[in-house]
Protein backbone atom coordinates (compact mmCIF):
# COMPACT_ATOMS: atom_id res chain seq x y z
CA UNK A 1 0.00 0.00 0.00
CA UNK A 2 3.07 2.48 1.12
CA UNK A 3 4.26 1.20 -2.11
CA UNK A 4 1.58 2.54 -4.17
CA UNK A 5 1.12 5.61 -2.69
CA UNK A 6 5.03 6.70 -3.09
CA UNK A 7 5.01 5.53 -6.87
CA UNK A 8 1.62 7.47 -7.45
CA UNK A 9 3.77 10.65 -5.04
CA UNK A 10 6.40 9.78 -7.75
CA UNK A 11 4.11 10.46 -10.86
CA UNK A 12 2.72 13.61 -9.84
CA UNK A 13 5.92 15.20 -8.73
CA UNK A 14 7.29 14.01 -12.43
CA UNK A 15 4.14 15.93 -14.21
CA UNK A 16 4.56 18.95 -12.17
CA UNK A 17 8.23 19.02 -13.04
CA UNK A 18 7.02 18.56 -16.57
CA UNK A 19 4.02 21.14 -16.37
CA UNK A 20 7.30 23.60 -14.72
CA UNK A 21 9.26 22.87 -17.66
CA UNK A 22 6.97 23.20 -20.08
CA UNK A 23 5.47 26.36 -18.38
CA UNK A 24 9.26 27.94 -18.63
CA UNK A 25 9.67 27.13 -22.27
CA UNK A 26 6.67 28.81 -23.34
CA UNK A 27 7.57 31.83 -21.01
CA UNK A 28 11.32 31.56 -22.89
CA UNK A 29 9.94 31.29 -26.10
CA UNK A 30 7.19 34.22 -25.34
CA UNK A 31 9.91 36.11 -24.14
CA UNK A 32 12.41 35.85 -26.83
CA UNK A 33 9.12 36.57 -29.66
CA UNK A 34 8.85 39.65 -27.67
CA UNK A 35 12.26 40.67 -27.69
CA UNK A 36 12.72 39.37 -31.34
CA UNK A 37 10.05 41.72 -32.48
CA UNK A 38 10.79 44.72 -30.12
CA UNK A 39 14.36 44.65 -31.95
CA UNK A 40 12.87 44.31 -35.52
CA UNK A 41 10.57 47.10 -34.84
CA UNK A 42 13.77 49.36 -33.31
CA UNK A 43 15.14 48.43 -36.88
CA UNK A 44 12.23 50.11 -38.31
CA UNK A 45 12.33 53.90 -40.27
CA UNK A 46 10.66 56.22 -37.82
CA UNK A 47 8.55 58.17 -38.85
CA UNK A 48 6.65 61.75 -37.48
CA UNK A 49 3.06 61.93 -38.53
CA UNK A 50 0.44 64.56 -38.62
CA UNK A 51 -3.26 64.55 -39.16
CA UNK A 52 -4.83 66.99 -41.78
CA UNK A 53 -6.70 69.55 -40.60
CA UNK A 54 -9.91 71.35 -42.38
CA UNK A 55 -10.17 74.86 -43.22
CA UNK A 56 -9.32 77.71 -46.09
CA UNK A 57 -5.80 78.30 -47.21
CA UNK A 58 -3.63 81.84 -45.90
CA UNK A 59 -2.07 83.57 -48.70
CA UNK A 60 0.32 85.98 -47.81
CA UNK A 61 1.78 89.12 -49.85
CA UNK A 62 5.00 90.56 -48.71
CA UNK A 63 7.07 93.02 -50.74
CA UNK A 64 9.17 96.15 -50.48
CA UNK A 65 10.96 98.77 -52.77
CA UNK A 66 11.89 102.25 -53.11
CA UNK A 67 9.10 105.02 -53.74
CA UNK A 68 9.19 106.81 -56.73
CA UNK A 69 7.68 110.24 -58.00
CA UNK A 70 4.26 109.32 -59.97
CA UNK A 71 5.27 111.82 -62.34
CA UNK A 72 8.82 111.87 -63.44
CA UNK A 73 10.09 112.40 -66.75
CA UNK A 74 13.89 111.83 -67.88
CA UNK A 75 14.20 114.41 -70.40
CA UNK A 76 17.25 114.37 -73.65
CA UNK A 77 18.39 115.51 -76.67
CA UNK A 78 18.05 112.58 -79.20
CA UNK A 79 19.85 114.52 -81.97
CA UNK A 80 23.08 114.39 -79.47
CA UNK A 81 24.00 118.39 -80.66
CA UNK A 82 26.19 120.11 -77.64
CA UNK A 83 24.30 121.71 -75.05
CA UNK A 84 24.62 125.90 -75.56
CA UNK A 85 22.70 126.79 -72.65
CA UNK A 86 21.31 125.62 -69.00
CA UNK A 87 18.48 127.64 -67.68
CA UNK A 88 17.79 125.79 -64.69
CA UNK A 89 19.86 124.47 -61.42
CA UNK A 90 18.38 121.29 -59.16
CA UNK A 91 15.79 122.13 -56.86
CA UNK A 92 13.91 124.56 -59.13
CA UNK A 93 10.57 125.02 -59.35
CA UNK A 94 9.63 125.42 -62.78
CA UNK A 95 6.34 125.59 -65.01
CA UNK A 96 4.93 123.54 -68.15
CA UNK A 97 6.55 124.89 -71.23
CA UNK A 98 9.44 126.89 -69.51
CA UNK A 99 13.13 126.13 -71.14
CA UNK A 100 15.02 124.09 -69.44
CA UNK A 101 18.17 123.42 -71.73
CA UNK A 102 18.72 125.44 -75.21
CA UNK A 103 21.31 123.20 -77.74
CA UNK A 104 23.72 124.48 -80.64
CA UNK A 105 21.69 124.08 -83.69
CA UNK A 106 24.11 126.28 -86.20
CA UNK A 107 24.26 122.17 -88.24
CA UNK A 108 20.62 121.79 -88.13
CA UNK A 109 19.90 125.85 -89.43
CA UNK A 110 22.76 125.22 -92.23
CA UNK A 111 20.81 121.62 -93.54
CA UNK A 112 17.77 123.78 -93.43
CA UNK A 113 19.75 126.72 -95.66
CA UNK A 114 21.09 124.33 -98.11
CA UNK A 115 17.96 122.47 -98.58
CA UNK A 116 15.85 126.28 -99.12
CA UNK A 117 18.38 126.74 -101.71
CA UNK A 118 17.88 123.35 -103.29
CA UNK A 119 14.25 123.84 -103.68
CA UNK A 120 14.69 127.86 -105.02
CA UNK A 121 17.10 125.83 -108.16
CA UNK A 122 14.09 123.73 -108.29
CA UNK A 123 11.81 126.18 -108.57
CA UNK A 124 14.20 128.12 -111.37
CA UNK A 125 14.05 124.51 -112.96
CA UNK A 126 10.76 124.27 -113.10
CA UNK A 127 9.71 127.56 -114.80
CA UNK A 128 12.42 126.27 -117.99
CA UNK A 129 10.16 123.68 -118.15
CA UNK A 130 7.16 125.60 -118.22
CA UNK A 131 8.77 127.96 -120.71
CA UNK A 132 9.62 124.94 -122.65
CA UNK A 133 5.92 123.40 -122.26
CA UNK A 134 4.88 127.00 -123.52
CA UNK A 135 7.17 126.88 -126.78
CA UNK A 136 6.33 123.24 -127.88
CA UNK A 137 2.17 124.43 -127.41
CA UNK A 138 3.20 127.08 -130.12
CA UNK A 139 5.12 125.26 -132.38
CA UNK A 140 2.33 122.65 -132.72
CA UNK A 141 5.31 119.86 -132.21
CA UNK A 142 3.60 116.84 -130.54
CA UNK A 143 6.57 115.01 -129.20
CA UNK A 144 8.09 117.35 -127.61
CA UNK A 145 4.75 118.73 -126.49
CA UNK A 146 4.51 115.53 -123.88
CA UNK A 147 8.04 115.09 -122.98
CA UNK A 148 7.54 118.71 -121.87
CA UNK A 149 4.67 117.99 -120.01
CA UNK A 150 6.12 114.57 -118.72
CA UNK A 151 8.99 116.96 -117.27
CA UNK A 152 6.80 119.58 -115.77
CA UNK A 153 5.01 117.24 -113.61
CA UNK A 154 8.09 115.65 -112.58
CA UNK A 155 9.19 119.09 -111.52
CA UNK A 156 5.82 119.71 -109.78
CA UNK A 157 6.63 115.83 -107.89
CA UNK A 158 10.06 117.06 -106.92
CA UNK A 159 9.39 120.71 -105.43
CA UNK A 160 6.62 119.02 -103.63
CA UNK A 161 9.11 116.37 -101.61
CA UNK A 162 11.69 119.21 -101.72
CA UNK A 163 8.89 121.26 -99.51
CA UNK A 164 7.77 118.60 -97.70
CA UNK A 165 11.65 117.63 -96.42
CA UNK A 166 12.01 121.65 -95.21
CA UNK A 167 8.99 121.52 -93.50
CA UNK A 168 10.18 118.56 -91.45
CA UNK A 169 13.69 119.73 -90.37
CA UNK A 170 11.94 122.54 -89.21
CA UNK A 171 9.54 120.73 -86.81
CA UNK A 172 12.86 118.72 -85.79
CA UNK A 173 14.63 121.81 -85.54
CA UNK A 174 11.97 123.29 -83.48
CA UNK A 175 11.85 120.05 -81.37
CA UNK A 176 15.37 119.49 -80.22
CA UNK A 177 16.92 122.90 -80.10
CA UNK A 178 15.60 123.50 -76.96
CA UNK A 179 13.96 120.83 -73.48
CA UNK A 180 10.94 122.39 -71.94
CA UNK A 181 9.19 121.18 -68.94
CA UNK A 182 6.22 118.51 -70.12
CA UNK A 183 4.42 119.50 -66.53
CA UNK A 184 4.51 121.79 -63.80
CA UNK A 185 7.44 120.44 -61.24
CA UNK A 186 10.84 120.24 -59.55
CA UNK A 187 14.04 119.90 -61.28
CA UNK A 188 15.54 116.90 -59.46
CA UNK A 189 18.77 116.35 -61.52
CA UNK A 190 20.81 118.51 -64.24
CA UNK A 191 23.17 115.86 -65.82
CA UNK A 192 23.48 118.41 -68.99
CA UNK A 193 26.83 120.21 -69.36
CA UNK A 194 26.83 123.23 -71.37
CA UNK A 195 29.46 123.20 -74.76
CA UNK A 196 29.25 119.00 -74.67
CA UNK A 197 26.96 116.81 -75.84
CA UNK A 198 24.61 114.43 -73.84
CA UNK A 199 26.49 111.58 -72.12
CA UNK A 200 23.45 108.50 -71.96
CA UNK A 201 21.90 110.14 -68.88
CA UNK A 202 18.88 112.13 -69.29
CA UNK A 203 19.66 115.97 -69.47
CA UNK A 204 17.43 116.84 -67.02
CA UNK A 205 15.13 115.36 -64.32
CA UNK A 206 11.84 116.87 -63.82
CA UNK A 207 8.99 115.68 -61.29
CA UNK A 208 5.59 116.79 -59.75
CA UNK A 209 5.70 115.22 -55.90
CA UNK A 210 2.32 116.37 -55.50
CA UNK A 211 0.65 113.72 -57.72
CA UNK A 212 1.93 111.15 -55.84
CA UNK A 213 4.41 108.75 -55.91
CA UNK A 214 4.53 104.80 -56.86
CA UNK A 215 5.39 101.63 -55.77
CA UNK A 216 6.33 98.58 -57.70
CA UNK A 217 5.68 95.12 -56.49
CA UNK A 218 6.75 92.09 -58.49
CA UNK A 219 3.72 89.43 -57.53
CA UNK A 220 3.30 85.88 -59.16
CA UNK A 221 0.45 85.74 -61.06
CA UNK A 222 -1.24 82.70 -59.81
CA UNK A 223 -0.75 84.78 -55.89
CA UNK A 224 -2.54 87.51 -56.83
CA UNK A 225 -5.22 85.76 -58.65
CA UNK A 226 -5.73 83.96 -55.24
CA UNK A 227 -5.02 86.96 -53.08
CA UNK A 228 -8.21 88.81 -55.13
CA UNK A 229 -5.96 92.08 -55.96
CA UNK A 230 -7.69 94.45 -58.69
CA UNK A 231 -6.71 97.85 -59.59
CA UNK A 232 -8.60 100.58 -57.30
CA UNK A 233 -7.74 98.10 -54.31
CA UNK A 234 -6.50 99.46 -51.28
CA UNK A 235 -3.28 98.69 -49.36
CA UNK A 236 -1.25 100.08 -46.47
CA UNK A 237 1.52 100.75 -47.30
CA UNK A 238 4.97 100.76 -44.09
CA UNK A 239 7.26 103.83 -45.29
CA UNK A 240 10.30 104.52 -43.57
CA UNK A 241 12.36 107.77 -44.06
CA UNK A 242 16.10 107.39 -43.35
CA UNK A 243 15.52 111.10 -41.28
CA UNK A 244 12.86 109.17 -38.91
CA UNK A 245 13.48 105.62 -37.51
CA UNK A 246 9.68 105.33 -37.21
CA UNK A 247 7.95 103.81 -39.68
CA UNK A 248 4.51 105.57 -40.99
CA UNK A 249 1.39 103.35 -42.10
CA UNK A 250 -0.05 105.10 -45.69
CA UNK A 251 -3.03 103.94 -47.66
CA UNK A 252 -1.92 103.16 -50.56
CA UNK A 253 -3.95 102.44 -54.26
CA UNK A 254 -3.54 100.24 -56.65
CA UNK A 255 -3.40 101.99 -60.12
CA UNK A 256 -2.14 99.67 -62.37
CA UNK A 257 -1.59 95.89 -63.18
CA UNK A 258 1.00 95.20 -66.10
CA UNK A 259 2.93 92.54 -67.43
CA UNK A 260 6.69 91.17 -66.54
CA UNK A 261 9.01 88.90 -67.50
CA UNK A 262 8.17 84.67 -66.46
CA UNK A 263 10.77 83.19 -64.24
CA UNK A 264 11.39 79.35 -63.25
CA UNK A 265 10.78 77.53 -60.44
CA UNK A 266 12.55 74.11 -59.59
CA UNK A 267 11.19 73.78 -56.12
CA UNK A 268 9.00 70.87 -56.51
CA UNK A 269 11.59 68.71 -58.13
CA UNK A 270 9.99 69.23 -61.72
CA UNK A 271 10.89 72.92 -63.61
CA UNK A 272 7.81 75.00 -64.10
CA UNK A 273 7.49 78.58 -65.50
CA UNK A 274 5.51 81.00 -63.47
CA UNK A 275 3.79 84.08 -65.19
CA UNK A 276 4.56 87.01 -63.12
CA UNK A 277 2.90 90.54 -62.80
CA UNK A 278 4.03 94.17 -61.60
CA UNK A 279 1.59 95.68 -59.31
CA UNK A 280 2.05 99.29 -59.34
CA UNK A 281 0.74 101.20 -55.86
CA UNK A 282 0.17 104.97 -55.72
CA UNK A 283 1.00 106.55 -52.23
CA UNK A 284 -0.02 110.44 -51.63
CA UNK A 285 1.10 112.18 -48.34
CA UNK A 286 2.52 116.09 -48.19
CA UNK A 287 5.45 114.36 -46.26
CA UNK A 288 7.11 112.25 -48.79
CA UNK A 289 10.33 113.20 -50.41
CA UNK A 290 11.14 110.77 -52.76
CA UNK A 291 13.53 107.87 -52.22
CA UNK A 292 11.83 106.14 -49.15
CA UNK A 293 11.65 102.60 -48.18
CA UNK A 294 8.24 101.01 -48.52
CA UNK A 295 6.66 98.09 -47.42
CA UNK A 296 3.49 96.08 -47.71
CA UNK A 297 2.35 93.00 -46.15
CA UNK A 298 -1.41 92.11 -46.97
CA UNK A 299 -2.82 88.55 -45.75
CA UNK A 300 -6.12 86.82 -47.58
CA UNK A 301 -7.98 83.42 -46.27
CA UNK A 302 -9.30 81.83 -49.44
CA UNK A 303 -13.04 81.28 -50.40
CA UNK A 304 -12.16 77.63 -50.60
CA UNK A 305 -11.96 75.06 -47.90
CA UNK A 306 -10.83 71.86 -47.68
CA UNK A 307 -8.47 69.30 -46.04
CA UNK A 308 -5.10 71.03 -45.06
CA UNK A 309 -1.67 69.49 -45.02
CA UNK A 310 1.74 70.41 -44.47
CA UNK A 311 4.11 71.15 -47.21
CA UNK A 312 6.68 68.34 -45.68
CA UNK A 313 4.14 65.73 -46.81
CA UNK A 314 3.81 66.15 -50.57
CA UNK A 315 5.99 64.57 -53.17
CA UNK A 316 6.55 65.14 -56.81
CA UNK A 317 7.39 62.12 -58.90
CA UNK A 318 7.36 61.86 -63.17
CA UNK A 319 3.45 61.82 -63.20
CA UNK A 320 1.60 63.73 -60.27
CA UNK A 321 2.07 64.19 -56.92
CA UNK A 322 1.45 62.08 -53.85
CA UNK A 323 1.88 61.56 -49.74
CA UNK A 324 2.80 58.88 -47.68
CA UNK A 325 0.33 57.81 -45.31
CA UNK A 326 -0.08 54.90 -42.57
CA UNK A 327 -1.84 52.06 -42.89
CA UNK A 328 -2.47 50.36 -39.04
CA UNK A 329 -3.37 46.80 -38.76
CA UNK A 330 -3.85 45.22 -35.15
CA UNK A 331 -1.22 41.70 -34.22
CA UNK A 332 -1.11 39.18 -31.40
CA UNK A 333 1.98 40.70 -30.53
CA UNK A 334 0.86 44.85 -31.01
CA UNK A 335 -0.24 46.97 -34.02
CA UNK A 336 1.57 47.02 -37.21
CA UNK A 337 2.54 50.05 -39.35
CA UNK A 338 2.29 50.08 -42.78
CA UNK A 339 3.15 52.82 -45.26
CA UNK A 340 0.87 53.49 -48.28
CA UNK A 341 1.14 55.72 -51.77
CA UNK A 342 -1.39 57.79 -52.16
CA UNK A 343 -1.96 59.96 -55.21
CA UNK A 344 -3.22 63.59 -54.19
CA UNK A 345 -4.52 66.71 -56.22
CA UNK A 346 -3.19 69.75 -54.82
CA UNK A 347 -6.17 72.77 -55.21
CA UNK A 348 -4.34 75.72 -53.85
CA UNK A 349 -0.98 75.83 -51.80
CA UNK A 350 1.05 78.78 -50.08
CA UNK A 351 4.55 78.21 -48.49
CA UNK A 352 3.21 76.09 -45.34
CA UNK A 353 0.35 74.31 -46.51
CA UNK A 354 -1.73 72.37 -49.35
CA UNK A 355 -5.02 71.88 -49.94
CA UNK A 356 -5.64 68.88 -51.47
CA UNK A 357 -8.42 67.60 -53.29
CA UNK A 358 -8.36 63.56 -53.15
CA UNK A 359 -10.60 61.28 -51.60
CA UNK A 360 -8.09 58.94 -50.44
CA UNK A 361 -6.55 61.03 -47.57
CA UNK A 362 -9.31 61.45 -44.92
CA UNK A 363 -9.01 63.67 -41.65
CA UNK A 364 -8.25 60.99 -39.59
CA UNK A 365 -5.56 59.22 -41.61
CA UNK A 366 -1.98 59.78 -40.67
CA UNK A 367 0.29 61.71 -42.89
CA UNK A 368 3.54 61.05 -43.28
CA UNK A 369 5.82 64.46 -42.68
CA UNK A 370 9.64 63.12 -41.99
CA UNK A 371 11.06 59.58 -42.21
CA UNK A 372 14.40 58.40 -41.02
CA UNK A 373 14.76 56.84 -44.38
CA UNK A 374 13.72 56.72 -48.01
CA UNK A 375 10.15 54.95 -48.05
CA UNK A 376 8.43 53.13 -50.28
CA UNK A 377 4.74 51.28 -50.49
CA UNK A 378 4.25 49.07 -48.37
CA UNK A 379 7.26 49.32 -46.06
CA UNK A 380 6.82 48.70 -42.31
CA UNK A 381 7.54 51.55 -40.01
CA UNK A 382 7.22 52.80 -36.45
CA UNK A 383 5.84 56.23 -35.24
CA UNK A 384 7.95 58.82 -33.42
Same mark, same amino acid.
Not at 68 to 83: C, D, Q
Not at 149 to 166: A, F
Not at 311 to 340: C, M, P, S, T, W
Not at 350 to 379: A, F, H, R, W, Y
Given at each position: ?55 SMEHQLEGSGIL ?17 ? @? /?????? &? $?? +? ?7 ? #? ?72 ? @? /?????? &? $?? +? ?7 ? #? ?82 ? +? ?19 SRQEGRLISNEA???DREEKFVYKIEE ?56
Amino acid at each position: MKTELHEELGQRRRKRNIQIVFGLFIGLLLIFTIFSNTLQSLALPKVRTETPTFGSMEHQLEGSGILRPLAEAKLTNPAGWKVST @I /AVKEGD &I $VK +KGQTLVTYD #SKTAEREIQDEMAQLEKQKIELQSVQDRYIASTTEGDAMNLRSAGRDLETGKLNLGVQERKINELRDRLASREQ @I /AAPFDG &I $VT +KVNAVEGLA #STGEPDVVLTNNSRGYRLELPIDAPLLTRLGIAPEEKLQVEVRALSDPQPKIIDGTVYEIADAEAHTDNSSGKQATIVQKIVRV +KVTDPELKGGEQAFVKLVKRSRQEGRLISNEAIHQDREEKFVYKIEERKGALGNVFIVRKVRVRAAESNDKETMIESGDVNMNDLVILESSEPLQDGNRVRLQ
